[in-house]
């Protein structure tokens, strides 16, 4: 029972936070301070949550740095997502094989 | 079949990809701390957020009063996800004038970050429809991916397992790094949010680091708003 409790608020909270502001917000903003500060927050948000966290995501530190210095490269050549998140996977793996 | 939501269903292909293997992931945390395949899913199916689902495993596995993990999840999951208010408000922006409210209130349960970067990254308006689509193709693989890891991963061996942690970690690498390369003050912003997120960590340690992301982010956002802002003819862009 105590379960269900939990895998409600999860999901309502997590519901809400998103289709709230989606449902509020109509009138273009016209702030350009706000509009700048929307443009940039996806970058800031998705940078704060992989710097330092990708180091300690593989359980060991020389094969994360392996992984995310192949995941930069390859998405410095504009490589599509799938293969840069395989490729940082596969090399991080390959490092730990070897060694 | 609709074009746009053939469309957002071509564009979810990616996605759904990248969310196989990241949810396999996923699948393979909750059943290591006790859930059941089949509830690790529903969690999955309903909350569509990595680091949420995963911080929300681990409060509920670590036990307490019913009080206390209710208030636990509130908390964490209202910090965590908090982006994807931003994300929202964001997006909104870009919405065709068809989005009535009823769309945006089941479209809204969509919002993750790669559905976002790429709904954001459309040149047109973004309609219902295409948004279905994008969701429907994403959801399924996130979905699928969870149950599929869930089931068959603890057959992985160890160290396959662990290298696949970095898996979503890339994904974010490749949406952020190209705009970044593009635009100098993108860069910035990436490289003030970096600098944030690492002094957190090592200078304070204190402060959860769900919690420290989102303060770092809104003071990397807002520094670059306050000196790289958007001049009026690029809207949307960044």
Known sequence: MSLAIYLVTMALVTYLIRAVPFTLFRKKITSRFIRSFLAYIPYAVLTAMTIPAIFYSTGDMLTAVVGTVVALILAYCNCPLILVAVAAAASALLTGIVI | ?238
């Open chain 2, 1 to 238: 079949m609709n074009g746009q939501f053939a469309k957002g269903m071509r564009h979810g292909i990616p996605i759904m990809l990248g969310y196989l293997s990241v949810s396999f992931g996923f699948g393979i945390l909750a059943v290591e701390n006790g859930f059941a395949p089949w509830v690790a899913t529903l969690i999955s199916a309903t909350n569509v957020t990595s680091a949420g689902q995963a911080s929300g495993v681990l409060t509920i596995a670590a036990g307490g009063t019913l009080l206390a993990v209710v208030l636990q999840l509130l908390i964490t999951q209202f910090v965590i996800n908090l982006r994807y208010s931003l994300m929202a408000i964001s997006l909104s922006q870009k919405l065709d004038p068809s989005f009535t409210t009823p769309h945006r209130l089941a479209a809204g349960f969509g919002i993750t970050d790669e559905i976002f970067a790429v709904a954001y990254a459309q040149p047109t308006p973004v309609t219902p429809a295409y948004m279905y689509g994008l969701i429907a193709v994403s959801w399924l693989g996130w979905v699928t991916g969870t149950a599929l890891g869930a089931v068959a991963g603890q057959l992985l061996p160890d160290m396959v397992a662990d290298a696949m942690g970095i898996l979503l970690y890339g994904m974010f690498i490749a949406i952020v790094v190209p705009p970044a390369r593009k635009e100098k003050r993108v860069l910035f912003v990436v490289l003030a949010a970096a600098g944030l997120s690492v002094l957190f960590r090592f200078a304070l340690p204190v402060i959860p680091s769900s919690l420290a992301v989102v303060i770092s982010a809104v003071v990397a956002a807002a520094l670059g708003a306050w000196w790289f802002p958007l001049q009026h003819d690029e809207e949307g862009e960044g």
